[in-house]
């Protein structure tokens, strides 16, 4: 059996397979919203698996899953043996035998590829400490439903250079945009992923420079899973890369905004730019329903 196709990173797909997803997850979303029974796969079984926390990334799949006609079966450490010390390879020959698709959570981003590296269905990364590609979707989906086509346009990163941070180096890449990162010394993203990303990625620690006519302005946390204990620390080296209305200023004037969420009102993002009525972060946050939806039916249909 030829093995399956996963999506650990955008590097998974073709620059044509993700625009054709972004597409389709909006199809898909119209259908949705217009009720249409989207019970295509009836009787298959999606493993997810989390060692981190999750509020959209658990719900989206979930709900996702049951509107395709399938099951989704929640797996934490805590309560399988992955949590006592079964080697992930060996949960990955056992877990892909029964389940047609595996979604997983988790630290290393060496767990996802060492996982899938046994699994015999498709392996999702729903996020590690390196990226987090399924939220490159929704946001994707989000800025082409409210802007148009991405290629040739600039967006800029402010914060963290962490894994949503690298995971927008990817999507410059596959999505032919320019990124702009602004970050705090010291918090850089990984020195291999801007030197192979050069061309058209730039890095800088002034948010005002890096936000000068950017078409899209893109934040995150702070302080990431597993960095809680830096959370304060980390609030005082920040402080100057909030994003807010004097930021935005310095963006095109139609220029959108995105965050992952969770958010942390007053820190990485004004409380005036998450309320804001014609903010499109509720948006963004719904398309990880629709992108993913895409994103099972196509590594579904590829087996
Ligand atoms: N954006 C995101 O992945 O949210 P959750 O941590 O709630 O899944
Ligand atoms: N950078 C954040 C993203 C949360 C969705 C984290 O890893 O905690």
Redo the contacts with the bound molecule.
Sequence with gaps: MASPRHFLTLLDFSPAELQALIFRATEMKRAHHAGADQRQFPGTVLAMIFAK??????VSFEAGMAQLGGHAMFLSPQDTQLGRGEPVEDSARVISSMVDIVMIRTFGHDIVERFAAYSSVPVINA?TDDF?PC?LLADMQTWHEHRGPMAGKTAAWVGDGNNMCQSYINAARQFDFQLRIACPPGFEPRADLLAANRDRVELSHDPESAVRGADLVVTDVWASMGQEKEQQTRARQFAPYQVNEALMAHAASDALYLH???AHRGEEISAGLMDAPDTVIWDEAEN?LHAQKALMEFLLNAR
């Design positions: 926390s999750s509020t959209r990334t658990r996020l987090h939220q992952c969420l969770p990880r």
